[in-house]
């Protein structure tokens, strides 16, 4: 019969999540990442039941480890990658997994083209991944329902073993599109079951794209002009309209260009420049992109359905 003493124990949680060292994760998080607050709640309720599942196995309270494989859905340039590498610190830093190590894979990592040429492959990776996370992007191109014959199939089927009877030492994250992830699954009902976490990432808003390109251009040394501001902030209006539109990578790709072209401004000139000059962006650099200049005066319309800016 149980100790009643023992049953009493008290267990300081709050310590546990301070020796855990986790906080100093989600506030990377927080500094890295502007926006996404339902991503970054997902998080943290994931990782207080982790966190809470140690305690119970401390306490004697033996169940079996929760399965951790997770499905990451959204577009281009919304911070999946990165919120991949701060879940891997966690669980390690949990002892979910062996090593803080994130492999990230495409559907050219894993599937061969020819026969005998996939298994070999796609081991090649799991065996990289073992003991950490394993991040394949754009998963759904594994699966080619138009080609029976496609050596997909096969990478499809050693990862649902992997996942089943290795998910004590890895961690399977599969992302890309909400709308293919889930055809994906559809078609894949295997892959469906072992996937605990499903968290969706959504796109940027007007606002937080500024943000977030103030802070790049910020981490870099440059800084904008008031008329710059205005200028980049009408970029990115046209910009999102636009079908091929990555959030925050394409805002990194735009900055990288201006750079370019406030360096042959500079360049041009010919005359000396002072620290100032060479750290302040023009209007002028920005409204020489092809954004304005093939990209007809929007309404509004299209963006502020995607945006939800007015």
């Given at each position: 019969?149980?100790?009643?003493?023992?049953?009493?124990?008290?267990?300081?949680?709050?310590?546990?999540?301070?020796?855990?060292?986790?906080?100093?994760?989600?506030?990377?998080?927080?500094?890295?990442?502007?926006?996404?607050?339902?991503?970054?709640?997902?998080?943290?309720?994931?990782?207080?039941?982790?966190?809470?599942?140690?305690?119970?196995?401390?306490?004697?309270?033996?169940?079996?480890?929760?399965?951790?494989?997770?499905?990451?859905?959204?577009?281009?340039?919304?911070?999946?990658?990165?919120?991949?590498?701060?879940?891997?610190?966690?669980?390690?830093?949990?002892?979910?997994?062996?090593?803080?190590?994130?492999?990230?894979?495409?559907?050219?990592?894993?599937?061969?083209?020819?026969?005998?040429?996939?298994?070999?492959?796609?081991?090649?990776?799991?065996?990289?991944?073992m003991g950490g996370v394993l991040f394949i992007d754009?998963?759904?191109?594994?699966?080619?329902?138009?080609?029976?014959?496609?050596?997909?199939?096969?990478?499809?089927?050693?990862?649902?073993?992997?996942?089943?009877?290795?998910?004590?030492?890895?961690?399977?994250?599969?992302?890309?599109?909400?709308?293919?992830?889930?055809?994906?699954?559809?078609?894949?009902?295997?892959?469906?079951?072992?996937?605990?976490?499903?968290?969706?990432?959504?796109?940027?808003?007007?606002?937080?794209?500024?943000?977030?390109?103030?802070?790049?251009?910020?981490?870099?040394?440059?800084?904008?002009?008031?008329?710059?501001?205005?200028?980049f902030r009408e970029y990115i209006r046209r910009r999102?309209?636009?079908?091929?539109?990555?959030?925050?990578?394409?805002?990194?790709?735009?900055?990288?260009?201006?750079?370019?072209?406030?360096?042959?401004?500079?360049?041009?000139?010919?005359?000396?420049?002072?620290?100032?000059?060479?750290?302040?962006?023009?209007?002028?650099?920005?409204?020489?992109?092809?954004?304005?200049?093939?990209?007809?005066?929007?309404?509004?319309?299209?963006?502020?359905?995607?945006?939800?800016?007015?």
């Open positions: 019969m149980d100790d009643p003493q023992t049953n009493k124990e008290m267990l300081d949680v709050a310590q546990a999540f301070k020796d855990s060292n986790i906080q100093e994760i989600l506030n990377e998080l927080d500094r890295e990442l502007v926006g996404l607050q339902s991503v970054k709640t997902r998080i943290r309720e994931i990782a207080a039941y982790l966190l809470v599942d140690r305690l119970r196995r401390g306490a004697g309270l033996e169940a079996e480890r929760p399965v951790l494989h997770m499905s990451f859905t959204g577009r281009p340039g919304t911070g999946k990658t990165t919120v991949a590498m701060r879940m891997a610190q966690i669980l390690h830093r949990l002892g979910y997994i062996r090593r803080d190590h994130l492999v990230v894979a495409t559907r050219d990592d894993l599937v061969g083209q020819y026969v005998g040429h996939t298994a070999p492959k796609t081991k090649e990776v799991l065996k990289k991944a754009e998963a759904y191109y594994l699966y080619r329902r138009e080609n029976e014959r496609d050596y997909g199939q096969e990478t499809i089927e050693i990862l649902l073993q992997a996942m089943e009877n290795q998910r004590e030492d890895l961690v399977v994250i599969l992302a890309g599109y909400k709308d293919r992830m889930e055809e994906f699954f559809h078609s894949n009902p295997g892959m469906r079951s072992r996937v605990a976490h499903h968290l969706d990432f959504p796109d940027f808003t007007l606002d937080e794209l500024m943000q977030i390109a103030e802070l790049m251009v910020a981490q870099q040394r440059y800084c904008f002009d008031e008329k710059a501001r205005e200028a999102i309209a636009l079908p091929d539109f990555a959030n925050a990578r394409s805002i990194r790709n735009a900055i990288d260009r201006i750079k370019l072209r406030q360096a042959n401004r500079l360049y041009s000139g010919g005359a000396t420049v002072t620290k100032d000059d060479l750290a302040r962006i023009d209007a002028a650099d920005i409204l020489k992109s092809r954004v304005f200049l093939e990209t007809p005066e929007l309404d509004g319309s299209e963006d502020a359905a995607r945006t939800g800016q007015p």
